[in-house]
DNA sequence: CGTATGACTAGCT
DNA sequence: CAGCTAGCCATAC
């Protein structure tokens, strides 16, 4: 059994590029819809933003709510116009950047 | 084991 | 739109 935590990692990365996720929709996926504080704990416990894309993870408006890497928010917004996620107001349009978490697979 | 904290969310004012 | 409250879960101390 891994800690709720570990889950959230696992499942952080499988977000695809270009694509992002929310809170809630992790703490969803991880099994605790409720547990969104957990998922941002464990944001901000996250060990490596290079194998946990944290900076995909938004809010549930789409906008972002803290990020503990580089210049904070605004490396975090860099990051996702990087991947090609298009960031207006320092918000995200989930409605098309919404990772839904690969119906395929 | 109990308390305190947090990268949350939804509802109200 | 901005600010505050209440609810809820997991982790850290």
Redesign the pocket.
């Known amino acids: 059994m891994k ?4 889950r959230v990692y696992e499942i952080a990365t499988q977000i695809p590029k270009g694509k992002v996720s ?3 929709q992790l ?1 969803l996926l ?17 060990p490596d ?1 290079t194998v ?1 894309p ?2 995909r ?5 789409g ?7 580089g210049e904070g928010i605004p490396t ?1 917004i860099h990051k996702l116009e990087e991947e090609g996620v298009k960031v207006v107001n320092g918000k995200v349009d989930l409605n098309i950047f919404l990772w839904k978490q690969s119906p395929q697979k």
Not at 3 to 6: A, I, L, M
Not at 31 to 46: D, F, L, T
Not at 57 to 61: F, Q, T, W
Not at 63 to 69: C, E, F, L, P, Q
């Open positions: 800690t709720f935590t570990q929310t809170y809630k703490a991880a099994g605790s819809p409720k547990a969104v504080r957990a998922v941002g704990a464990a944001m901000r416990n996250n933003t946990v944290c900076h993870v938004l809010a549930s408006d906008t972002m709510h803290g990020y503990s890497a975090k």
